[in-house]
């Protein structure tokens, strides 16, 4: 079934509870609420979802906008609720209070940057109006974490029974697995609620998520909330939150399942449950999920979204193949291929040759075989991989792990060159191993790291490649103690705290490698498969608290990169002088600074280097042998801009380097595999060399370009077929060179001699 | 001027095959107004070349006429198209116009020395010739717009862009050289380029260029016209060299096993695929056989 519908931004149906996002409250916080609602939101509350309705329905046309406003919000008539709180505002200016309602129903609707503008208004009219203070951080938190954390540690302080504050403060220690603290709060929240009779469902949703986090899978909770009311999905639903932001697919799905048995009408949860099927490649599961919850709510953008990338993979093709590894014995998983079909001819050749030397590595490097089949998807259309992975386009990432299952951007989905895509495969394969060596229990920042340190240390690309803002990070002590790195990719609180938790979790994993071996990496997945902590893990693999361990952490960066950190500024200054004597090409000072800036860290090949300047500069000069020495050591490194690597291939060659030519030829595949010229290139040198297997692999990508002259392809195919003495593919292969041109001199020899009919 | 004396030969229409000769075809170029001295020199190398492909393979080298520089004038070109229909009567027509076109007031203008020619006026001239097949290349910018009036069932029209908003000066033509001058271009191997060939050479190596440079295209060729496949605009190899060396027997033979293979290719999706190669085979076989006695002036 197609599809068919186009995404709107609207407000949503009425959510009780909000996955991911997480901070939406429910309407019974309200603290001016009309008596006539409380009942209805007492039935509610009861499970009397039936009563509840022929509750509010008589009050959505209300003498009071605001009282229909909220009666038609419970109803899930959203776009009449929002219709009806405009008119309230326009009717009522100055007050305060239905503005902060109007920004709730944003805020519950998963539209945060709407919600936080009403709050700001509102609290424009009263500064100290609480109900909108809370809506506001609730908004914040969902896009600045800084920001909010500090409005939320000054209203707590100010405010520090209010039931809504602490399930806020409770859901950010649970994401930092800070559950005794959480726990704490929840109990207060608890006491608080009961002397102001305010429905603790909330809360007993929140009590269950620390159960969780514990690995208690039997809380007491569930069924308390579902005494208190049967159909309260979210009881099942809001802990999922914790279970995603620790790679648990299997059991987020368990627990939505739950949330959809004992509430039918959970769209939500019957969006999430669709959502994450698919992440657990159950395409069929997925799609009767979301399809129910499109009829229940068309307007969830998540929901929507996924339903058309379903309707795209349908222009995916699967190709089934095998990775062979040897773990006590020689054994083989499945590999899943699932590409474009507009590109996986020319992608598929590559994407399983790294795939199986992946397979192979990390079997072996983290002593775990894997047990389900592996499936890696690339997207051309990097919306859909974003949809893919959160559900919402426009997000910046470039690959996600699931488990079995990795999705990631095909090189065709940004500009060429503009990513190294072997890199990222190779980055997620490593999660692969990790998350499932540990059963999904590692914490972020180890499964991060371990894949940073496989990037820099055996994967495709040589070197190891620190961006030049996260040297300064580091310089201005930025990085996090062990213990809390996780913060630093859930919730950062600085634009590039992200990539810089990246680069300190692989700097971190790099070094215990280096210090106490890299099967220390292993034995710290073991811990942490046997639920231990980061603390707990360290503690037990590497003999030291995690505070020893950061000074570890300290020293080794003084040893590999402390001139860069204690000359940054100068090196930086330096490098931009040697751009700027580059650009008006003044060749001897770009010689003499780029030089001084080497010497203070030659291992620097990204964006705005000195190597190409160098490069250039002895080109400039006539000094060619310096020039290609320059261009070598940047491409040593790691360097991987797809025109300089062709420039070094095309020097190489001429200095009579072939072999030396081909490779850094084929290292052009992981960053611009695209290249119809490279193809046939790599192809006829690998085929010049002997090496066939090589040259069938780049006549075959070659093919799936789509090239001009495809029996020409065809031809190179057959011979080379030949050469590996596969007479019947050759011949095959002839035969459609022969069906393009028929009249093709070199493929009638080859047809008659591959039919013995060359008289 | 120069007149033009047509040689007339009989024709062995064919699909996809040519025939010994030619068929009598008068080729004229017009290489436009560079606006630079360099596009001045590229144009005028462009024509040239393009006149030289065309008189290697004509019957006649005064079937090419090339008109490039100050002569490409209004009076002149008008002149010139005027007069061929008296002066002869070729099979195949072809004119390529290489230069800028420009758009004003909503008509098109081939950018000449003095007043440009417009399309209207190309159009009228082209329209008194009445050669059974017709090629017109117009590879300027701005050039799409003339699909739509010089389109006809006899013509195969030829255009470096899309359409009039397409204005920056196009590659195209570097392309339609290098197919001309380059067996790249002959898909079949069957040493003829036809006019489809010579478009999608072009197409597909401008195309290139813009990928590989990482740019935006802002131009695209198009083609128009049912007999693209029909009109042959250059030729290669054996069939050259030896063009009135070639028994008829053996092309007869070779158009027939040709047409058995393109209705065999017509049912392949009706074939077991084992069958529809062995039988392909043996044609391919036979076909080689044929081709080895052309080439050994058998």
């Known amino acids: ?759 | 001027m120069k007149t033009l004396t047509p040689l007339w030969c009989s024709l062995l229409l064919y699909a996809g095959i040519p025939a010994a000769s030619l068929a009598s075809t008068v080729t004229v170029v017009i290489s436009g107004l560079g606006g630079n001295s360099d596009y001045d020199e590229q144009f005028d190398q462009y024509a040239t070349t393009i006149a030289e492909e065309a008189r290697r393979v004509a019957n006649s080298p005064q079937d090419v006429i090339l008109v490039r520089g100050e002569a490409a004038k209004k009076n002149v070109i008008s002149s010139l198209l005027e007069n061929l229909p008296v002066n002869s009567n070729p099979e195949v027509f072809t004119l390529y116009l290489i230069g800028h076109g420009s758009m004003d007031n909503q008509q098109y203008k081939f950018n000449i020395p003095g007043p440009d020619i417009t399309g209207a006026e190309l159009t009228d001239a082209l329209n008194n010739i009445k050669a059974p097949k017709q090629l017109i290349v117009v590879s300027t910018s701005s050039s799409g717009v003339l699909q739509e009036t010089l389109a006809a069932s006899n013509r195969v029209v030829i255009t470096a862009t899309k359409n009039a908003k397409e204005r920056n000066a196009v590659r195209f033509t570097e392309y339609l050289v290098e197919a001309l001058t380059d067996t790249a271009a002959d898909l079949d191997k069957n040493e003829s380029i036809s006019a489809q060939e010579l478009f999608s050479y072009a197409q597909s190596a401008t195309k290139s260029y813009y990928d590989n440079e990482n740019l935006l295209a802002p131009e695209h060729a198009r083609i128009e016209g049912e007999l693209a496949d029909q009109i042959e605009v250059a030729r290669y190899g054996v069939l050259l060299e030896k063009k009135d060396d070639i028994a008829p027997e053996l092309l007869a033979r070779r158009q027939s096993v040709s047409n058995q293979i393109n209705s065999l290719k017509a049912r392949k999706d009706d074939v077991d695929e084992d069958t529809y190669f062995d039988t392909l085979q043996d044609l391919m076989l036979e076909l080689a056989d044929i081709q080895r006695s052309i080439d050994s002036g058998g």
């Open chain 1, 1 to 759: 079934m197609q599809f068919n519908i186009t995404a709107k931004r609207l407000i949503q149906t009425l959510c009780t509870g909000l996955l991911l996002t997480g901070y939406a409250v429910a309407e019974e916080y309200d603290p001016n609420r009309d008596a006539r609602l409380l009942s209805c939101d007492n039935l509610y509350n009861r499970g009397n979802i039936d009563g509840a309705i022929d509750c509010y329905a008589p009050l959505a046309n209300d003498q009071s906008l605001h009282v229909s406003a909220e009666a038609s919000w419970a109803l899930g008539k959203t776009r009449d609720a929002n219709e009806y709180f405009r008119r309230a505002v326009d009717q009522q200016p100055g007050n305060p209070h239905i503005r902060a309602r109007w920004g709730r129903l944003f805020l519950s609707t998963h539209q945060p940057s709407e919600a936080a503008p009403l709050f700001q208004e509102a609290l424009q009219l009263d500064p100290d109006y609480l109900h909108a203070q809370t809506g506001l951080v609730a908004a914040l938190l969902t896009q600045s974490g800084s920001e909010a954390r500090r409005l939320l540690a000054e209203l707590s302080a100010k405010h520090p029974q209010d039931v809504e504050l602490l399930l806020l403060q409770s859901r950010l220690l649970l994401e930092s697995r800070n559950v005794d603290a959480a726990d704490e709060l929840l109990d207060r929240a608890l006491a608080s609620a009961e002397e102001n009779n305010i429905t603790p469902l909330d809360i007993y949703a929140l009590k269950v998520s620390a159960d969780l986090l514990r690995d208690n899978d039997d809380s007491p909770w569930v069924q308390k909330a579902l005494d208190y009311s049967p159909t309260y999905g979210d009881i099942y639903f809001i802990p999922v939150h914790y279970h995603l932001i620790n790679y648990r697919y299997r059991e987020s799905v368990a627990l939505l399942k739950k949330a959809v048995k004992v509430q039918p009408t959970h769209w939500s949860a019957h969006s999430q449950l669709g959502i994450n099927l698919l992440r657990l490649n159950d395409i069929a599961g997925a799609k009767k999920h979301l399809e129910i919850a499109y009829s229940g709510d068309p307007y969830d953008t998540a929901t929507v979204n996924t339903l058309r990338l379903l309707d795209t993979l349908e222009e995916f093709k699967d190709i089934e193949t095998n990775a062979d590894y040897t773990l006590n014995g020689d054994h083989s998983a499945p590999l899943v291929m699932r590409l474009h079909k507009d590109e996986a001819k020319y992608l598929a050749p590559y994407v399983e040759d790294l795939t199986r030397r992946a397979v192979k590595t990390f079997t072996s490097r983290y002593d775990f075989a894997l047990e389900e089949p592996l499936i890696v998807e690339l997207f051309p259309n990097h919306d859909d991989f974003a949809v893919r992975t959160v559900s919402t386009p426009g997000v910046g990432l470039l690959g996600v792990t699931f488990g079995y299952l990795l999705a990631m951007d095909s090189p065709s989905g940004r500009p060429p060159g503009d990513f190294h895509w072997g890199s990222t495969l190779w980055h997620e394969l490593a999660h692969v191993f990790t998350i499932e060596k540990s059963d999904h229990r590692m914490p972020r920042w180890f499964t991060e790291g371990v894949s940073v340190y496989e990037e820099w240390t055996t994967g495709p690309l040589r070197g190891r490649h620190i961006p030049i803002d996260v040297l300064q990070a580091i310089r201005e002590e930025k990085l996090l103690p062990v213990a809390d790195l996780d913060s630093g990719f859930v919730r950062p609180t600085y634009p590039n705290q992200v990539t810089v938790s990246y680069m300190q979790a692989g700097l971190i994993c790099q070094m215990i490698s280096k210090r106490w071996g890299h099967d220390k990496l292993t034995e710290m997945l073991v811990q942490f498969d046997l639920r231990k902590d980061t603390t707990q893990a360290v503690r037990s693999v590497l003999g030291i608290s995690t505070e020893q361990l950061d000074r570890e952490l300290q020293n080794y960066i003084s040893e590999e990169l402390g001139q860069v950190i204690s000359q940054f500024d100068d090196w930086r200054e330096i490098v931009t002088s040697v751009n700027r004597a580059h650009q008006s090409k003044q060749w001897q000072t770009v010689i003499a600074l780029a030089d001084q800036a080497n010497d203070i860290y030659p291992e620097y090949v990204g964006k705005g280097n000195t190597w190409i300047a160098l490069h250039d500069a002895y080109v400039g000069l006539g000094q060619n042998e310096a020039a290609v020495e320059a261009l070598e050591f940047w491409y040593e490194n790691g360097g991987h801009q797809p025109d300089m690597l062709h420039q070094l291939a095309h020097r190489l060659r001429d200095a009579g380097q072939t072999a030396k030519s081909t490779e850094v030829l084929e290292s052009i595949n992981w960053v611009h595999p695209n290249n119809i010229d490279l193809h046939e290139k790599l192809g006829k040198d690998y085929f010049a060399a002997g090496n066939y297997k090589g040259a069938l692999r780049e006549f075959t990508s070659l093919l799936g370009l789509n090239p001009h002259d495809k029996s020409v392809v065809y031809l190179d195919i057959a011979r080379t077929y030949q050469q590996l003495g596969d007479n019947k593919r050759a011949k095959r292969n002839v035969l459609q060179a022969l069906e393009q041109a028929p009249f093709f001199r070199e493929a009638q020899d080859l047809l008659l001699e591959l039919t013995g009919d060359s008289s």
